[in-house]
């Protein structure tokens, strides 16, 4: 019982979705609703000094203070709350949130 590997990701229900951002920062509640697969999420170009995925909370609740990564590993039915802050990006880049494992 290994699951079903698909090749697309729905995002609130929705394939391939698209969000024009403001120069802010935005809170992401990202699970993986996936019923197999393990994401690494990273964003794609990393903002300049990288750590652009903040951690505020988890499966636990939020968290004692803020962690930034490059990257966030998740399991099938794992919770990862973030902060993007846009504002870090100059006004035009394109940022992708794309997932490293196959």
Do not use: K
């Not at 968290?63 to 035009?92: K, N, Q």
């Amino acid at each position: 019982m290994d699951g079903v590997l698909g090749d697309v990701v729905l995002v609130n229900g929705a394939p391939w979705p698209v969000l024009h951002a403001d120069w802010a920062r935005y809170r992401l509640r990202i699970l993986n609703g996936s019923n197999a697969r393990r994401c690494s999420l990273a964003l794609d170009p990393q903002p300049p000094g990288g750590g652009g995925l903040v951690q505020i909370g988890s499966d636990g609740g939020l968290l004692a203070r803020p962690l930034a990564h490059d990257s966030i590993d998740l399991a099938p039915a794992e919770r990862f709350d973030a902060v993007v802050d846009f504002s870090r990006y100059p006004a035009g880049t394109q940022v992708r949130l794309v997932n490293h494992t196959e």
